[in-house]
């Protein structure tokens, strides 16, 4: 299923969700990443699991979110 970007983030007037030069690194740009997360059997022995979810590091837009400074 495919699921369209958000057009921007929560925060209000973004610089990142402004620019459209540059895609999230973490999801390439898609909006949505698979992680993995920790899961734990019967016997307490701990697995990791792939998860499908927007992407948390832009905010599910595509669009890069660093946490440093506009150049």
């Not at 299923?1 to 898609?30: I, K, Q």
């Amino acid at each position: 299923m495919e699921t369209p970007t958000r057009e921007c983030c929560a925060l209000t007037d973004c610089p990142w969700c402004n620019r459209t030069d540059l895609a999230c690194h973490y999801c390439g740009g898609g909006g949505r990443w698979s992680p993995e997360r920790p899961v734990t059997d019967g016997n307490g022995m701990i697995t990791w699991e792939r998860v499908e979810e927007p992407c948390r590091m832009c905010a599910g837009t595509g669009k890069e979110h660093r946490h440093l400074p506009l150049d």
